[in-house]
């Protein structure tokens, strides 16, 4: 355990595998007989509409909400539970405890001794190693979303379900954090919640769009080279552009 | 500091000014001072009475602390017992009106029939007065922990237990604060209630005993104290609320 704390112990991530997934609220069906696949250690961004129901695919993926029909299992074969860790649009930090015990707060919650080295080396990798004591109401915005990402990876976990966490943040602070964030998740399987077709550009392998009532998923757009890409890439430009166009004829039918 | 001083002062000036109007009118209207005392009178009862006042306030006093401490356990316990097992919740919601509906004057004789003149009685009246104030918040406050606080719990694979311990009974504290300070107000009507029903001291017993013998300037001597006594409470209680909520007030945590 001398390794940093940003370099996973696992040797590669699983994928995961959705097949013929389906989910209704009452009488709503949100999806229908989605089936699509992570390829392990990759990014894949998800985008689409409001409201089309990529937050509750990722909170069905989370298994927090449990799916009429259908199949979540990881490409490894073994069991997702507990090999998963999510991070909302809120940073849900406790109010009542200190950032590093938010950073373990997962331990706390298990029962388990916590970790105090590695929430402090977590801390300081996202560059929040001084304010390990104070309380999450004394932090910017952006801090915040450092601290919540920081607990984020203290769970150790290599699938990461990310629903929007840099989007209450202006823009520098986000583009900071993309940086920070697309090397702290290396070698993690990471679907990612986004709006924003930069973000996704810069740090995904692989773009999904959502679209329709029920939805469905686009064809996958590959993004080459490494991440995270610069924000004046011309490819990258070319692609947001691209991205955009479509999501504008998605959200028209 | 210039704060306090602040406070103080002007609570001084309402006083003194309240103090005035009272003497003001009851020369201006010649009130008997066995229909209302000026505030002479009660000032000379208070000091004249003061012994007894002294030991009777000490009486009211542990029945309040007593009925405070043994409600807001009862309370507090009701309230986790409704959250972690939910049947429950059916079976003593009812009995959580029942206790807010039937008034506690009606209640009080019959407390003092079962219980006793002696300082049980009391210490029941003042555990039903503030039963349901404690817990009806604290419930609230356990049934409404942010949805977005327990998935992210859910994902850690918390137990039940866990959640309730660390996520639902930090989050109500706040809810559970503000029952604590309704309870701490409205705790000494229940004992002064069931001192006024039958008793052999406590301020009640004073009042209910000057009362009788039109010594009006004891009865007032007596509301005084307890209304120090109150204000006192109350403020310790919504000290103690402060040092254990200790973090501000989160907007928007779903």
């Known amino acids: 355990m001398n390794a940093p704390p940003s370099i996973p112990s696992w040797s590669q991530p699983p994928g995961i595998r959705i ?12 999806f229908e007989n989605l089936s699509f696949e992570i390829e392990g250690g990759s990014f894949v961004a998800l985008l689409g509409p409001s409201g089309i129901g990529k937050t509750s695919l990722l909170k069905t993926i989370a298994g927090l909400t449990p799916p009429v029909a259908g199949c979540i299992s990881a ?51 996202v560059g929040l190693a001084e304010r390990a004591d104070a309380l999450p109401a004394t932090l910017s915005g952006g801090m915040r979303q450092r601290a919540a990402l920081a607990r984020t990876l203290y769970e150790h976990r290599p699938v990461l379900l990310l ?64 991440t995270p890409r610069a924000p004046d890439d011309p490819a990258l430009l070319n692609l947001q552009a691209e991205l955009l166009k479509r999501l504008l004829a998605g959200s028209e039918t | 500091m210039k704060n306090a001083v602040l406070i103080a002062a002007r609570s001084l000036a309402i006083f003194a000014g309240f103090l005035m109007l009272w003497q ?33 306030m000490l009486v009211t006093l542990a029945e309040i602390l007593l009925g405070l401490g043994f409600g807001v356990l009862v309370g507090a316990a009701t309230a986790l017992a409704m959250t972690a097992v939910k049947p429950l919740r059916r079976w003593l919601m009812p009995v959580l009106i029942v206790s807010q509906a039937i008034p506690i004057f009606a209640l009080a004789p019959l407390l003092v029939l079962w219980f006793g003149f002696g300082m049980a009685s009391k210490v029941i009246a003042a555990m039903l007065v503030i ?44 809810a559970f604060g503000s029952g604590l300070r309704v309870a701490a107000a409205v705790a000494p009507i229940g004992a002064i209630i069931g001192e006024w029903v039958g008793s052999a001291g406590g301020l009640g017993f004073v009042m209910l ?6 010594q009006t300037d004891m009865v007032f001597a007596a509301l005084f104290v307890l209304a120090l006594l109150a204000v006192a409470l109350w403020a310790i209680v919504d000290r103690l609320v402060k040092w254990l909520i200790f973090w501000p007030p989160e907007t928007g945590q779903g």
């Open chain 1, 19 to 30: 097949e013929n997934l389906t989910l209704r609220f009452g009488d709503e069906t949100v």
């Open chain 1, 75 to 125: 490409s490894d074969g073994a069991p997702l539970a507990h090999r998963i860790a999510y991070m909302g649009q809120q940073d849900l930090l406790f109010p009542w405890l200190s950032v590093l015990n938010n950073v373990m707060l997962g331990s706390r919650l298990r029962g388990e001794k916590p970790d105090r080295a590695r929430a402090r080396a977590l801390l300081a990798e």
């Open chain 1, 163 to 226: 629903d929007e966490p840099f989007s209450a943040l202006d823009a520098i602070t986000r583009a900071r954090l993309q940086e920070r964030a697309a090397e702290l998740l290396r070698n993690h399987t990471v679907l990612l919640i986004t709006h924003d077709p930069m973000e996704a550009c810069r740090l995904s392998h692989q773009l999904r769009v959502m679209t329709g009532y029920p939805a469905t998923l686009g064809e996958p757009i590959e993004v080459p080279g490494a």
């Open chain 2, 24 to 56: 003001a009118a009851i020369s201006l209207f010649a009130i008997p001072p066995y229909l209302l005392p000026g505030p002479a009178d009660v000032a000379a009862a208070l000091w004249t009475g003061r012994a007894s006042l002294w030991s009777n």
């Open chain 2, 131 to 174: 039963y349901f104030p404690v817990t009806a918040t604290f419930f609230d406050g356990l049934r409404r922990t942010g949805a977005g606080l327990l998935d992210l719990a859910d994902t850690m694979n918390a137990s039940p237990t866990r959640i309730l311990w660390h996520v639902r009974l930090p989050a109500a504290l706040p």
């Open chain 2, 209 to 214: 005993n000057a009362n009788a013998r039109l």
